[in-house]
Nanobody
Framework: QLQLVESGGGLVQPGGSLRLSCLAS????????IGWLRQAPGKEHEEVSC????????VDADSVKGRFTISRDNAKNTVYLQMNSLKPGDTAVYYC??????????????????WGQGTQVTVAS
């Protein structure tokens, strides 16, 4: 079975930090572009960050630029999203997804072949 499993979500106060992890099983992430996407209640998916298969190129949404950092550790078959200076507007379910795209990052949601089940991030005082 090919799976992506997110972890690290939870409740955090505004200004706090969380690190999300996405572990792949059943396949290797080495040659996949990886994205973190989020969905708030009643809203569409928003791509937060994307990292290319070679790890050289990263793309961040304007709403999180300077606060979130995506990274990958191919030896651990894991990608991460470090989230700092969290705001209430960051509250959402966060998903990791893997896809292969000739142009690299960013991808559209339709380009992603594998999706995790998501992890809830709630930012509130």
């Amino acid at each position: 079975q090919l799976q992506l499993v997110e972890s690290g979500g939870g409740l955090v106060q505004p200004g706090g930090s969380l690190r999300l992890s996405c572990l792949a099983s059943g396949f290797t992430l080495d040659y996949y572009d990886i994205g973190w996407l989020r969905q708030a209640p009643g809203k569409e998916h928003e791509e937060v960050s994307c990292i290319s298969s070679n790890g050289i190129t990263t793309v961040d949404a304007d709403s999180v630029k300077g606060r979130f950092t995506i990274s990958r550790d191919n030896a651990k078959n894991t990608v991460y999203l470090q989230m700092n200076s969290l705001k209430p507007g960051d509250t959402a379910v966060y998903y990791c997804a893997a896809g292969r795209h000739n142009g690299g990052c960013p991808l559209t949601k339709y380009d992603y072949n594998y999706w995790g089940q998501g992890t809830q991030v709630t930012v509130a005082s």
